[in-house]
Antibody, heavy 116, light 112 residues
């Protein structure tokens, strides 16, 4: 059974940093591209970042480019999202998602609140 | 970016009934490789989204044949037949043909 378990969310002040983690199980992690996708409270879905299976290439939308960094540790079956210079508009539930842009499996999500 | 427009915003259906949700893209979703990367997701209340349909009409693993997808180019439809209580939630379409991947704003399905 594919499982994606996110951790690391919380309340953070504007301008500060936060790092999310996602531990994957139930599949061969290093065979798949991975992504982060977010959902602001009461809003729709927004793709945040993708990374190739080797970690050699990463992709971001303009809204987070230069502030967020996606990475992975294939030995630990773990995906990361380093978020810097956080803004109020980054407040959302962040989902770890497999196989972009299909997004075939989603984690349970972790809430990030950016507020002073 | 490709804009995905879903209609209606919400709909109400009786158990056992049938509904259709429309999704229109601002550009053709036909990829250079000939595939059309249009997917449908369901987010049940309090849960994460789950993949229902991919590449327009392919049901994901474990998805009931009550769900069917159709369409081409820029116009797509999700049909749900014999609606059950567990079908309620918000349905999203999403495209993966062009980066960045984008999603529709959702259609909320309520059971009468």
């Amino acid at each position: 059974e594919v499982q994606l378990v996110e951790t690391g969310g919380g309340l953070v002040q504007p301008g500060r940093s936060l790092k999310l983690s996602c531990v994957a199980s139930g599949f061969t992690f290093n065979n798949y591209w991975m992504s982060w996708t977010r959902q602001a409270p009461g809003k729709g879905l927004e793709w945040v970042a993708s990374i190739t299976n080797s970690g050699g290439s990463t992709y971001y939308p303009d809204s987070v480019k230069g502030r967020f960094t996606i990475s992975r540790d294939n030995a630990q079956n773990t995906l990361y999202l380093q978020m810097n210079s956080l803004r109020s508009e980054d407040t959302a539930t962040y989902y770890c998602t497999r196989r972009p842009p299909l997004f075939d499996y989603w984690g349970q999500g972790v809430m990030v609140t950016v507020s002073s | 970016d490709v804009v995905m427009t879903q209609t209606p915003v919400s709909l109400s259906v009786s158990l056992g009934g049938q509904v259709s949700i429309s999704c229109r893209s601002s550009q053709s979703l036909v990829h250079n490789n000939g595939n059309t990367y249009l997917s449908w997701y369901l987010q049940k209340p309090g849960q994460s989204p789950q993949l229902l349909i991919y590449k327009v009409s392919n049901r994901f693993s474990g998805i009931s044949d009550r769900f069917s997808g159709s369409g081409s180019g820029t116009d797509f439809t999700l049909k749900i037949s014999r609606v059950e209580p567990d079908d309620l939630g918000v349905y999203y379409c999403g495209q993966g043909t062009q980066y960045p991947p984008t999603f529709g704003s959702g259609t909320k399905l309520e059971i009468k």
